[in-house]
């Protein structure tokens, strides 16, 4: 979550702008237009199927969908094998 912080205080709100900083800070470069491309479009499923089930848990404390989205595409990152190995 502290990788997702630290990225909505540096570039905002802006999906690609988003992901080209995570992945540039996952991987220490930038990543193609089709990497890009990817990244921008799992960031909106994601926030579309949490923002989905956060309106089936009415009484639920609510997570901001976009946080919680690009949270989970940090610790997708951190966990790829491209971060854990070096080539």
Known sequence: DAMA??????VGGDPLAQFQRAWQLAFCRDPSASQ????VAFLGEQSAIIAASASAKPNAEPAKPEHVALSNLCQALVISNGFLYVE
């Open 36 to 39: 890009s491309r990817a990244g």
């Open 5 to 10: 912080q630290r990225i909505e205080k540096e």
